[in-house]
Every structure is written in C-alpha cells, then in structure tokens.
C-alpha cells in the first residue's frame, strides 16, 4: 500500500540547539520538523507550565497525532495492505539512554503515550505489532478504530489501481500491473540503486526525544521506532531527529551519526549535512531531512534536493521567541 510516512520528529532540548545562525543560544529549546507550529506550542506550552522535557515531548507528538498532521500522521494514515492503519512512534531520555518504541501498533491512537509507557514500565526497548497492542490496552490507552473515511478512499483506490505502487521487486507476478500474490522469481539481476523521491513518503514529524509516524505499506515498519535512525539524544552531546524515506534512511542510522558528530565538536548544522551527505553517496535521490541540537543551544538542519523540494520547513521555540517560529534551511 502507499508508503506515506511522514515521520514526526521531536527534538526537545534543555540544555541544546541552531541553525545556520549565530549569535545568542538560548534554552529551553524545542524544535521539530515540518510546519507543525501547534505541535511546538503544545511542546512549548508544557515546559512553561512546568512539565518536564519528556511531558513536553509527549504533548507535542500527541497534539499531532490528534491534529492527523499534514494527513500522515495519526490516526487515518495511509493503510498498510489490509486497508488497516498502524502507528510507529519513539521516546528518549538523553538523560538515562532509556528508550521506549512501538511500531504496527493497531487500535491506539495515542502511540507516544503507548512508546512512553514502554520506557517506564517495561525493561524492553520495542513492542510490535498485536504485542503492543495489547500492552497499551492493559497499560488502560482505549482500542478504537484508526480508519477514517479518508483512509478507507486511499485503499480502495489503491486497490483499483492495480495495488501501485506496492514497492514490490523481484517477484512474480509482475507487480507494477498486479496485486498479487507474489511469489520470488527464480532468478533475478542485481538492480542499481535507483531510487526516485517521493515527497509525500516522509515517515515522521521530527521531534528530537520522540519521532511518531504512521503506519504505511504491507505494515512495514519506517524509520521512526528505531533508535539512532528516527531519532536519537544523548545530553552530553546533543540530539537529532530524522524524517523523509525511512526505509532508506534506517540503513545508515543518520540521526545517531548527527550525535557523535557533535559530540566531536561539529556544529548542528554541519553534523546534519554530513548525515545527509553519507547517505546521498548511495540513494541520490531520496528524499529526507533532519534537524539537529547541541548543547550549548544551537540547531541546525538540512535536507537532500530533489524535484519538489528545495527547501525545508521545521519549526523552533526557544526563551528568544517564546513562541513557535517557522524556520528553513536550503537543501543541498
């Protein structure tokens, strides 16, 4: 089924952040990419009210997640290829190195709070599929139907279209013309990676701490459940968050590569060029961004050019402006 994923990431920082900027770096810093400013405000929100950082992530991933942001994530998301919608979603403390992650978790839609209850009630790390389900509704999250009328179009339309695109390769039969089932050709030849951008499959809203997405073809699971790949923080040295197309972007692990930059002393924003940098060298045409923070307060992002998408859009809310704003970076 369609692979919209776009992937919410969170960074929250207490003691990090900045971009292409200089000058005065100031904290609290919450930042997160895409133009979600209600998420941010609800982030910001939490933290003047005296919440704690992993309060403030919370509340600003769930306010997405209510608010279906941008139609990916959430509720109603893009089906995988029963016509079911399953959530994706990460919490880290960069204090303690604890994580909580759920990924194909069905019939919940708060997926954050489901991540964070992973964390603090359990030694685990990820719950999947019918597993996490089932934890959240004994953790007392209500089981509802994620499907909307929305999503209940996207998938019969899919279907009428032949199931395209299904990202299939190397089966039979030929899966650009049908839906299936597939089976594994006897043979096949190596392909070049070829792979072309597609802006509407990013798998994440970005928050550093959490990355919530939805869920997306076949019930795959995305980049944004997998430490290191959607997000990752570690206060001694900062935190990143990624977003765009997770299945290439897992591969290279490029949120956690942002951190151990820094913590070499590499500036946010030249951290992040370099975590895009590595994986253009094999996929020169994905189509993926990310957001980065230090702790001395500064961020930074940046992000592949590709048709569509020259610029982007993340959000910043720190004690300068006290309120979400709406920052960009060129993409390279």
Request: charged letters at 20%; a neutral charge.
């Amino acid at each position: 089924m369609h692979r919209q994923d776009k992937m919410f990431t969170f960074l929250l920082i207490c003691t990090l952040t900045s971009l292409l900027t200089l000058g005065h770096a100031s904290l609290p810093l919450v930042i997160n990419t895409w133009p979600f400013k209600n998420a941010a405000a609800a982030a910001w929100s939490a933290l003047q009210s005296g919440g704690s950082v992993l309060d403030a992530v919370e509340r600003g991933c769930a306010r997405c997640e209510m608010e279906q942001c941008d139609g990916s994530v959430g509720y109603g998301g893009s089906p995988d290829e029963s016509g079911e919608t399953t959530l994706d979603a990460l919490i880290m403390n960069g204090d303690t190195m604890e994580v909580g992650a759920v990924a194909d978790l069905r019939r919940i839609k708060n997926a954050i709070g489901v991540a964070r209850a992973v964390m603090e009630h359990t030694e685990h790390t990820l719950l999947v599929g019918e597993s996490a389900s089932v934890f959240a509704e004994n953790m007392g999250f209500i089981a509802e139907d994620l499907t909307t009328n929305k999503s209940v179009n996207i998938f019969s339309e899919w279907l009428k279209g032949s199931c395209q695109p299904n990202y299939r390769k190397n089966v039979s039969p030929e899966p650009s013309k049908s839906c299936g089932p597939y089976r594994p050709k006897a043979t096949w030849k190596q392909s070049k990676r070829a792979r072309h951008a597609n802006i509407h499959a990013h798998d994440t809203i970005g928050r550093f701490l959490p990355a919530d997405t939805e869920s997306a073809f076949l019930s795959r699971v995305g980049d944004s459940p997998i430490v290191g790949a959607g997000a990752y923080v570690d206060s001694l040295a900062g935190g990143a968050a990624a977003t765009g197309d997770g299945d290439v972007m897992m591969r290279f692990l490029p949120s956690y590569l942002a951190v151990e930059l820094m913590r070499a002393g590499v500036d946010p924003s030249a951290a992040c060029k370099s975590a895009i940098s590595r994986i253009k060298r094999h996929y020169s045409e994905f189509f993926g961004a990310i957001i980065c923070a230090n702790t001395t307060g500064h961020y930074g992002a940046a992000c592949n050019k590709v048709p569509g998408l020259d610029k982007f859009h993340f959000m910043v809310a720190n004690s300068e402006t006290n309120a979400p704003v709406l920052k960009s970076v060129d993409c390279f």
